[in-house]
């Protein structure tokens, strides 16, 4: 069974900094590129980042780009979203997502 379980949400003041982890299972993670999607409330699914499968390339998404570092560390089948001068509009639930499977998610709230 696939499984993906994200850690690591919580709330923030704007311009703090959170570090989001997905844990999977049940699957080749060192084969499978993966990424981070989230959804604000009331809006449809956004990618995020997304990274290759032996961390060769990085991508993100123009509205944190500068701000989120997408990592992964094989041996422990774990990816990683880095998140720092968070904004309000990154408030989301952020889901991360692999062999088009997302976990359950973990939700980020800037607010002041």
């Known amino acids: 069974e696939v499984r993906l379980v994200e850690s690591g949400g919580g709330v923030v003041h704007p311009g703090g900094s959170l570090t989001l982890a997905c844990i999977t299972s049940g699957f080749d993670f060192s084969a499978r590129d993966m990424s981070w999607v989230r959804q604000a409330p009331g809006k449809g699914p956004e990618w995020v980042a997304g990274?290759?499968?032996?961390?060769?390339?990085?991508r993100y998404a123009d509205s944190v780009k500068g701000r989120f570092t997408i990592s992964r560390d094989n041996a422990k089948n774990t990816v990683y979203l880095q998140m720092n001068d968070l904004k309000p509009e990154d408030t989301a639930v952020y889901y991360c997502?692999?062999?088009?499977?997302w976990g359950q998610g973990t939700q980020v709230t800037v607010s002041s």
């Open positions: 990274i290759h499968k032996r961390s060769l390339t990085t």
């Open positions: 997502e692999g062999l088009g499977v």
